[in-house]
């Protein structure tokens, strides 16, 4: 079955500090996309990053970068130096690209930033 | 470019009454996509719709919920009798492609509009 599990439901983290939210995968699909959103409080899913099953390199974009390890299923955002306007939701994602459809998306994560 | 738009942003009604929900995708993206969230759980997949067609339409909970997409533009998702446990957040997204070969198939959120059945 098709399944995105986030093991940590909150973080706390000191600001400037870096951060690395986890995310583990399931799936026997050998082409699917993975995802990371950002929600804050205002409710709005925002487009964080994406990782290809095929893609060799790890993405990166900015301050976030996915540490994704294939064969062990995970795709981990990482967010380097992070700040106070961090503090939000984040959900990984995957895209199954065989069913050309739905997001699964996992739980979540509330990460909160101290000052 | 504007972004996905839903309307209304919050909606509360009593059980027993209709809903209707409202999603603007981006202009010319032909995927459109509902999902929810409920009350401390996942985000879920309810439909997809290429155009006006619905494509995949296995996430919707039952038959009180009807989604259309007259035109292949904006879409509605309505409940009818709406039931508490239909309480939650509704998510619209749209996309230009569903994925490879074409892109990466990444969905553009709308800000969502929280439902509350009580």
């Known amino acids: 079955a098709q399944k995105i599990t986030q093991t940590q439901p909150g973080m706390f983290v000191q600001e400037k500090e870096a951060v690395t939210l986890d995310c583990t995968y399931d799936?026997?699909?050998?082409?699917?996309?993975l995802f990371w959103y950002k929600q804050p409080s205002s409710g709005e899913m925002i487009f964080l990053i994406y990782?290809?099953?095929?893609?060799?390199q790890n993405a990166t974009e900015g301050r976030y970068s996915l540490n994704f390890q294939k064969a062990r299923k995970s795709a981990n955002l990482v967010i380097s130096a992070s700040q106070l306007g961090d503090s939000a939701m984040y959900f990984c994602a995957m895209i199954l690209y065989s069913s050309a459809s739905k997001i699964i998306f996992g739980s979540g994560t509330r990460l909160s930033i101290r000052p | 470019e504007a972004g996905v738009t839903q309307f209304p942003s919050h909606s509360v009604i009593e059980k027993g009454q209709t809903v209707t929900l409202r999603c603007d995708p981006i202009?010319?993206?032909?995927?459109l996509y509902w999902y929810r969230r409920v009350m401390g759980k996942e985000i879920k997949f309810l439909l997809h719709?290429?155009?006006?067609?619905?494509?995949?339409e296995s996430g919707m909970p039952n038959n009180r919920f009807l989604a259309e997409r007259t035109g292949g533009t904006y879409s509605t998702l309505k409940v009818q009798p709406a039931e508490l446990e239909d309480s939650g957040v509704y998510f619209c997204?749209?996309?230009?492609?569903?994925?490879?070969?074409?892109?990466?198939?990444?969905?553009?959120f709308g800000p969502g509009t929280r439902l509350t059945v009580l």
């Open positions: 997204a749209s996309s230009q492609d569903i994925g490879r070969p074409s892109g990466s198939g990444e969905q553009f």
């Open positions: 799936t026997s699909d050998p082409s699917y996309g």
């Open positions: 719709f290429v155009k006006e067609s619905k494509q995949d």
């Open positions: 202009s010319g993206h032909d995927n």
């Open positions: 990782q290809g099953s095929y893609d060799q």
